[in-house]
């Protein structure tokens, strides 16, 4: 049985809707150890009967047969592994990868075999020492003559030990001295055992042969044996065929990266301005939110706050509250501790003698106040009152801070029964001045105010509760959410957030909408970087045509070529989110230079979640834009991609 069997085989092809039959029903047997020579004249079939012998092209009537077994219905599955195993390609044009040295033009057809990266690397010396390249190993394909690039290809069809060598017009573009070269080292491959089929139109190349068919008008016109096929002798493999693996395309793609870093850097650049306009953005965000964040927590405790009854669309009504509140509010989590507080929207007056002190507000004591914003004293205690900077220059206007201890009479507005209005009277003694201006609440103990009520007869409920929050601050906003999230049994909110706490939070909300338009105009730019990067690799899809074509040819297969090109795209956007990132920072230096010396506070903070969150998108999106290009890539038909130039 012959090792390999063409049996009718018929190909035409429909150009402009007129039919061209090419081949007219070939049949033709060969052997182990042959050294067969298909000659013939330009156009009479020769090249269409190599790409069908090669499983390039599959649309043809006949079959082949490979050790008795069809290739007709293969798959394109099963002909990648068929290319793979079974053939070693030279090309008339060589067709060598010009960003892979010699070394790895032949490693390339080992990245489908089973051999690890020491056996590739020492098979690819074996090869070209073999060949007569050991001294070349490290040049790329440019930096060598013509015979020397043919040798490079034959070392790399005999890589993965097929047993057919196919050899496209192997001399064609080699002087007489090279020609005679090359065939020796044909011959030598036959001799080994292996069947060799050379299609040329050169009559010096087929008398090197054993056996010379000849093929005219698509029919084989001659088929003369010139001398015995050499003797076969079997030997077993120590690897074996198979897909290349992720990391080897991987591999590949960063190799050619680094081949065109030059242009490569100027795409990154690019790309890299619209992940860096979103990164400043988020950062001039988080700086905002913490300078107003550490504005205000800087004179209040960020730890408590302060909750009220839902008062609906009456802003102005007080709510009182109960045991059963304060009790529903620790049982939240991380609450520490919930504490009684009274608001006297009213106000009230301090006396002394014929100075009149007029408070705007009044507020019992709770941990919201900071104590190292008393400058002077205390908090204060039972019948004490702590009293603003402002305030306390209406009574010393030269030694503001020299008041502590002073006596006077404080006067509260209360509503009695019937909701007659009636003032209600303390003598006080100032604990303290704090370095707050004037209009920030004065400040007496829940003790003291429930006693002046209760003295002028006036009902006195808390109306509103200060909560004290464990675990630092990253626990406030959930708990505020909680509070918020509770409810009364007619549905409605029980709760609100007051006092600063409620400002922070309505702060905070502005600035993410103005931080966040501000990143969707920036985003602007990302649609121009992923535009850029579509092109950029459609551009390389058609630059790269024939490698495409070569790499299908040795046996890569469609999802192989698929993750070269995406995994070039991923290494594209992560390295111009590097970039991004290295000129985001220097800009964040700069601009908390000019921030530090004016407002002592650094403006623009960029936090590690902006940076991988820059990191992400870039990269998502390069691989986004490298779909329709790499299933581009992957549809490229080899036969046509092997003739571009």
Known sequence: MAYLELKDIKKSYEVDNQHFQVLNGINLQFSKGEFVSILGESGGGKTTLMNIIAGLDGNYQGDVLLNGKSLKRETSQQ??????????????????????????????????????????????????????????????????????????????ALAADPEIIIADEPTGALDAQNTDEILKLMNDIAKSGKLVIAVTHSQIVADYGTRIV?????????????????????????????????????????????????????????????????IIMLGLGNGAKGYINHEIYSQINPNTIQVTKKTGDDQTKQIKLTNQDQKKLEKIKHVKSVSKGYFAVTGGQLRQGNKNIHLQTIQTYDHTIKTKNIKTGKIPGKNEILISKGDAQKINKKNPYAVKGNKLMLYINAGGSQTQPKILQQEVTISGVSDSLSGTPAVISYDTLASMYRAGGVDFSPNFLSVDIAGGVKNVEPVQNKIKALHSSTGKADFQITGAGSIVSTLNTYVNIAVGVLTSIAAISLLVSTIMIIVVLYISVSERTQEIGILRALGFTKRNIRHLFIFEAAILGFFASIIAVILAYVLELGINHLTNSGIHYSLMQISVGNVLFGVIVSVVICLLAALAPALKAARVDPVVSLSAE
């Open 79 to 156: 002909l990648d592994e068929y290319r793979r195993s079974t053939i070693g390609f030279i090309f008339q044009s060589f067709n060598l990868v010009s960003h892979l040295t010699v070394k790895e033009n032949v490693i390339v057809a080992l990245e489908m075999t089973t051999m690890n990266k020491q056996e590739q690397e020492q098979r690819a010396r074996d090869l070209l020492k073999q060949v007569g390249l050991a001294d070349h190993q490290n040049k790329y394909p440019n930096q060598l003559s013509g015979g020397q690039k043919q040798r490079v290809s034959i070392a790399r």
């Open 214 to 278: 000849h093929l005219a008008n698509g029919v084989i016109d001659s088929d003369r044996q010139l001398k015995d096929p050499f003797p076969v002798v079997q030997e077993n493999n120590s690897f074996h065929s198979k897909v290349a693996s992720s990391f080897a395309m991987f591999r590949m793609a960063w190799e050619h990266f680094c081949y065109n870093l030059k242009r490569n850097i100027l795409i990154m650049i690019g790309s890299a301005i619209g992940i860096f306009s979103v």
